[in-house]
C-alpha cells in the first residue's frame, strides 16, 4: 500500500499506523488522525466523505468516537486507509493536512477511571530486592493476579506538559520531613484506553479485549520515592504518584498491531480460568526507549510482561465492576531481564545506590529540575512496516515554595 503523500516505507507513521488525537487550531480542539508528519483534520473530511459517521467527530475530543465501538472504528479506518492512498482524494484532503511540527495537541479524551497495574515479572522482583533485600522478591499473590490500584484520572496529562517536582512529606530518622520530593522517578508504561463501558454486575471476559479496547498510548507513570516509601503503608500509592501521569498526545488503535501480538510468557502456575489466555494472548511486541535530556537511557521490551491487558481487564471487572468510555489503564513498569532494558530510575539507579553517569558528565540517581523524558515505540507492522507509539514527553520543573 503507498500513500499519495509519499512517505518513506520504514516510516513509523506512515498507512499502516494512523493514530488519532486532537489538535488545536486557531485555538479550538480538532479530532485529527497522524500521517507521517502531519495531522489530517477529521471533522471535515468525514463530514465530507463519510457523513453518516459525521458524529463521532463533531465534539471537541475523541469521546464518541471511543464510544461507538469496534464496527465504527474499523469504519473509518477502512477509509481514511482509501483517502490516503486514492489520488482521487488527494485535491480534497490535502488542504485538510496540517504539519505536526509547531501544532498544539490537547488531552485527546475525557479520562474516566485510572488504574495502574505492576505487571512485570523483572520490575516486580527488582522493586523487591531493592525494598526487601531479605525476603522473596514477588509477594504470594503476584503470580495469580495482575497486581494493580485505582489512580487519579483527573491529573492525567497530555504529552509535552511540564511537570513540576510535588511537595510531600518524607521518613527522616525518627521523624519526618516536609519538601519537595528528592526522589522524583519515571515509570515507562503502555497505557491502554477503552471506548464501549460494560454494564456492572457482570464481567467482562478475554474474548471481549477488543471490544472494549480501542488502543495504546505511551504512559509515564512519574512516582515521587520518597514520598511513595513513607504514605504507601498500608493502602498503597497515593500522593508520590497522583501529581501528575503523561500519556501520548495520538492513540494508536489496536488494528494497527495485529501484527505486533506474540504468544504469552510462560507462566506458572496455571492462571484461573477467567485469566486463561490460551489461544487468544494479547501479548504486544512493542520496543521501547526512554531519553533522558536526549541521551537513550533504556529499552524496555513489552513482550517481556508477566501478565497483558487483556488479563488485567479480565481481572479489573471480575468481581463485577465495570468500565466506562475513557477508562485509562497502565501496564505498569515494564522492564526487561537486562540491565539497559529497566523502566525505572529506581532500577537503573538501584535504590539510589548506583548512580549512573550521563553523556555530559553529569550523574544521576532521580530527576533533575530541567530534566526531560521522552519514551518512544514501535512495534513489527505487516510487510516489514514499523508501527510508530507517539512519543510522551515531559520535563520537570522546580518545586512550589511549599508550606513548611
Ligand atoms: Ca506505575
Redesign the pocket.
Known amino acids: 500500500m503507498t500513500d499519495w503523500l509519499g512517505l518513506a516505507a520504514d516510516d513509523p507513521f506512515g498507512i499502516s499506523t494512523l493514530p488519532y488525537g486532537v489538535v488545536l487550531i486557531d485555538g479550538q480542539p480538532q479530532p485529527a488522525v497522524r500521517i507521517g508528519g502531519s495531522a489530517l483534520l477529521l471533522r471535515p473530511a468525514v463530514q465530507a466523505l463519510l457523513p453518516e459517521h459525521a458524529d463521532l467527530f463533531a465534539g471537541p475530543n475523541l469521546d464518541a468516537f471511543l464510544a461507538a465501538g469496534p464496527d465504527s472504528w474499523l469504519d473509518v479506518r477502512t477509509a481514511v486507509t482509501t483517502w490516503l492512498i486514492d489520488e482521487t482524494y488527494r485535491g480534497q484532503l490535502e488542504p485538510l493536512l496540517r504539519p505536526l511540527a509547531g501544532l498544539p495537541t490537547v488531552l485527546p479524551f475525557s479520562v474516566a477511571d485510572y488504574v ?1 497495574f505492576y505487571a512485570s515479572e523483572n520490575h516486580a522482583r527488582n522493586v523487591g530486592r531493592i525494598f526487601r533485600p531479605d525476603a522473596e522478591s514477588l509477594l504470594p499473590n503476584w503470580k495469580h493476579l495482575p497486581v494493580g490500584y485505582h489512580g487519579r484520572a483527573g491529573t492525567v496529562v497530555v504529552s509535552g506538559t511540564e511537570v513540576r517536582r510535588p511537595l510531600g512529606q518524607r521518613q527522616a530518622g525518627d521523624g519526618v520531613e516536609f519538601g519537595p520530593s528528592q526522589r522524583l522517578d519515571i ?1 515507562a ?1 503502555v497505557g491502554f484506553v477503552v471506548g464501549p463501558g460494560s454494564s456492572q454486575g457482570q464481567p467482562v471476559p478475554i474474548a471481549d479485549f477488543d471490544r472494549h479496547v480501542f488502543g495504546v498510548v505511551l504512559l509515564n ?1 512519574w ?1 515521587a520515592r520518597d514520598i511513595q516509601a513513607w504514605e504507601y503503608v498500608p493502602l498503597g500509592p497515593f500522593l508520590g504518584k497522583s501529581f501528575a501521569t503523561s500519556i501520548s498526545a495520538w492513540i494508536t488503535p489496536l488494528a494497527a498491531l495485529q501484527t505486533a501480538r506474540v504468544p504469552a510468557v510462560p507462566r506458572d502456575p496455571a492462571p484461573l480460568p477467567y485469566l486463561d489466555d490460551t489461544g487468544d494472548s494479547w501479548n504486544l511486541d512493542l520496543s521501547i526507549e526512554v531519553r533522558l535530556n536526549g541521551e537513550l537511557i533504556s529499552r524496555p521490551p513489552f513482550a517481556t510482561m508477566y501478565w497483558t491487558a487483556a488479563q488485567m481487564m479480565a481481572h479489573m471487572t471480575v468481581n463485577g465492576a465495570s468500565l466506562r468510555p475513557g477508562d485509562l489503564y ?1 501496564s ?2 515494564v522492564s526487561g531481564p537486562e540491565p539497559d532494558q529497566l523502566g525505572s530510575l529506581l532500577e537503573l539507579s538501584w535504590g539510589g545506590s548506583r548512580p549512573f553517569a550521563l553523556a555530559d558528565g553529569s550523574q544521576r540517581s532521580y530527576l533533575s529540575d530541567g530534566d526531560e523524558i521522552v519514551m518512544t515505540a514501535t512495534a513489527p507492522g505487516p510487510d516489514g512496516a514499523r508501527i510508530g507509539i507517539s512519543e510522551v514527553r515531559g520535563r520537570i520543573v522546580p518545586a512550589l515554595d511549599g508550606p513548611a
Open positions: 495502574d515509570e508504561e507513570d512516582s497502565g505498569g513498569t
